[in-house]
Nanobody, 124 residues
Framework: QVQLVESGGGLVQTGGSLRLSCAASGRTFSTVTAAWFRQAPGKEREFVAQISWSGSNTKYLDSVKGRFTISRDNAKNTVYLQMNSLKPEDTATYYC?????????????????WGQGTQVTVSS
């Protein structure tokens, strides 16, 4: 199991930027696939972005393509989500998640490790 702790959330105006961080400990983080999910009040948790262990493969939710960038620094056991051109509909609690293998199935139940979440609020 990997232990994950998110940080970097906050309140930002429409069009602004935030960078979320996910610090990992436990099992060798450099071997796992990492992802970001988000959940808005009253809505289901949805996939946002995924990155392979090496960083060579990434995948994004269509609505964030071109605005969000997922990256990782395995030397620091950290995954990042750079969010630019933020919109009010991006408001949610953002969660970091990890699993062993890269897969194109992106259900929350496919991920074994989760952080506690960090709140992102985009004001209009």
């Amino acid at each position: 199991q990997v232990q994950l702790v998110e940080s970097g959330g906050g309140l930002v105006q429409t069009g602004g930027s935030l960078r979320l961080s996910c610090a990992a400990s436990g099992r060798t983080f450099s071997t796992v696939t990492a992802a970001w999910f988000r959940q808005a009040p009253g809505k289901e948790r949805e996939f946002v972005a995924q990155i392979s262990w090496s960083g060579s493969n990434t995948k994004y939710l269509d609505s964030v393509k071109g605005r969000f960038t997922i990256s990782r620094d395995n030397a620091k056991n950290t995954v990042y989500l750079q969010m630019n051109s933020l919109k009010p509909e991006d408001t949610a609690t953002y969660y970091c998640a990890a699993r062993g293998l890269w897969s194109t199935t992106l259900n929350p139940t496919d991920f074994r490790s989760w952080g506690q979440g960090t709140q992102v609020t985009v004001s209009s």
